[in-house]
């Protein structure tokens, strides 16, 4: 299994930026993602700060427990995410497409990795570093305050349904 997190992404096939593939990213926009609420200039320069990359099918992007810095929007492919579990074994906890993103919390605490990101078919995604958002806000405040907003519906988002799915399991 070829491993990417940090230290490893230099292993995936480099695309360049996004910039090359911005008509898929701005397609992508109606799908709730970081580029939702942007104008095409807006998201032409974002993609401009993002890198690309391929990586094959059984790829682990991301390693639960390891420090990152980046955000991973994936532009084409599926994966699923997984926690490990006391027993060694691996519980899965969603399977992803087009438009979805992982890793916004990184950009913001150096938080090791909370679960594993395995390829279930080749892939293309693209990363914003934490260095890449620091950028973005010393240099276009307004399009990181749109990306910010659209960050915190999307952890909003998740958290409800997290907060769902234990009151079910309290439940019993």
């Not at 008509?23 to 109606?30: F, N, R, S, V, W």
């Not at 293309?124 to 010393?138: K, Q, V």
């Not at 988002?157 to 799915?165: I, M, Q």
Request: glycine share 10%; aromatic share 4%; with cysteine.
């Amino acid at each position: 299994m070829l491993v990417l997190d940090g230290r490893f992404l230099a292993q995936a096939e480099a695309l360049g930026d996004g910039r090359g593939f911005l008509a898929q990213i701005e397609a992508l926009m109606g799908h709730d993602s970081i580029f939702s609420r942007i104008s095409h200039e807006e998201a032409e320069y974002l993609a401009g700060m993002m890198q690309c990359y391929r990586a094959p099918t059984g790829t682990l992007l991301i390693k639960e427990g390891d420090a990152s810095g980046f955000l991973l929007l994936l532009i084409e492919g599926r994966m699923e995410i997984c926690k490990h579990r006391q027993d060694g074994s691996r519980a899965l906890l969603a399977q992803i497409g087009p438009g979805c993103t992982l890793g916004e919390m990184s950009l913001f605490n150096a938080a090791p990795r909370s679960a594993d990101c395995i390829t279930l078919e080749p892939v293309t995604f693209a990363t914003l570093t934490r260095g890449g958002m620091e950028l973005l806000l010393r240099q276009d405040p307004v399009l990181a305050n749109k990306i910010l907003t659209q960050i915190i519906l999307i952890l909003s988002e998740r958290l409800g349904a997290a907060a769902n799915v234990l009151v079910e399991t309290l439940r019993g």
